[in-house]
């Protein structure tokens, strides 16, 4: 595998279960993002990891909770879903601060279309 | 705050015409740096190119070429002889030091390139 992976791509659930998104980057990167992509909406930050530890939460609601065991893993726990969270979740990463200080490009992952009943 | 806006929402071409996406931008910032990334129906952001506020330069690579204008504060796309497969959404996006170590980015909310046969 190569870049950065995204399970599952595709996810329905009701809005009672508990479901994780998971993401895995193979690039030796050591910051990792969660956005929120809805129709019509620009590209939404939700959460930002450097070295494992959280540095941004971008006023996420506390039914999305992410965990970062480790600088190639992310996971994206959600819980108790509202059907406006249906949307495609994508993760990213990107290398810390070199040549460009910091302002270094972010890789993708396909997404997670998340649709919520 | 930071502000990027794509004024084109969706722009319809035939192929080989080119073709010129916007992007204006506003920051505070003294340096900074800009993203165009392009997003085809399978969903991934695909990084195309990043320049700094400091090199006004302006870049080409094979069809693609970009334009830096820092006095009006924008940074536009040009397509030459476009082709059905550049058919995606484009994203421009300006990159933000929000504290710390700490860098994000700001996405336009996309222009969408239908290229026809």
């Known amino acids: 595998e190569t870049g950065v992976t995204q399970t599952p791509r595709h996810l329905v659930m009701g809005m009672t279960n508990k479901k994780s998104l998971k993401c895995e980057q193979h690039?030796?990167?050591?910051?990792m993002y969660w956005y929120k992509q809805s129709a019509k909406k620009p590209l939404e930050l939700m959460f930002v990891y450097n070295f494992k530890e959280q540095t941004e939460n971008n006023s996420v609601p506390s039914r999305f909770s992410p965990e970062c065991p480790n600088s190639s893993h992310l996971f994206l726990h959600l819980h108790t879903l509202q059907p406006e969270d249906s949307a495609l979740y994508l993760c990213a990463s990107s290398q810390g601060p070199g040549s460009a200080g910091g302002h270094n490009e972010q890789f993708f992952g396909p997404g997670t279309r998340l649709t919520v009943l | 705050a930071q502000k990027v806006t794509q004024a084109q929402t969706e722009i319809s071409v035939v192929e080989k015409e080119d073709v010129t996406l916007d992007c204006v931008y506003e920051?505070?910032?003294?340096?900074?740096?800009l993203f165009w990334y392009k997003q085809p129906p399978s969903g991934e952001l695909v990084f195309l190119i990043r320049?700094?506020?400091?090199?006004?330069q302006n870049e080409i690579s094979g069809r693609y070429s970009w334009n830096f204008q820092k006095s009006t504060s924008s940074f536009n796309f040009t397509i030459t002889a476009s082709q059905v497969v550049d058919s995606a959404v484009y994203f421009c996006a300006l990159s933000e030091y929000s504290g710390g170590s700490n860098y994000k980015l700001t996405f336009g909310k996309g222009t969408l390139l239908t290229v026809n046969p």
């Open positions: 690039l030796g990167h050591n910051a």
């Open positions: 920051t505070r910032d003294t340096t900074y740096y």
């Open positions: 320049r700094n506020s400091f090199d006004e």
